[in-house]
């Protein structure tokens, strides 16, 4: 019997602004903290992590950046994997 691996999500909406300026903001905490979570430590680079943090629930997560495709996609791993 072969295990399948289900551990993954997938989210879309319609967003009415340039490919480039939506990119850079969930790429870049400075843009990324004022709609998603309150404190990023970094911009997201392939290969790296960086903590993503929710002060008002008193919570953070390390995140790690799998995949970049500028203006394309990105990949990202969370949580217990």
């Not at 490919?19 to 404190?39: D, G, L, M, Q, Y």
């Not at 992590?49 to 990949?75: A, C």
Request: net charge negative.
């Amino acid at each position: 019997m072969a295990t399948v691996n289900n551990n993954f999500a997938k989210a879309e909406m319609l967003i009415r602004k340039p490919v480039s300026e939506v990119f850079e903001a969930f790429v870049n905490p400075e843009i990324t903290s004022k709609f998603w979570f309150t404190k990023g430590s970094d911009k997201l680079e392939e290969g790296k992590s960086t903590v993503w943090t929710w002060e008002m629930y008193g919570f953070s997560l390390t995140v790690l950046t799998k995949v970049i495709d500028e203006n394309k996609r990105i990949v990202i791993e969370w949580g217990n994997s």
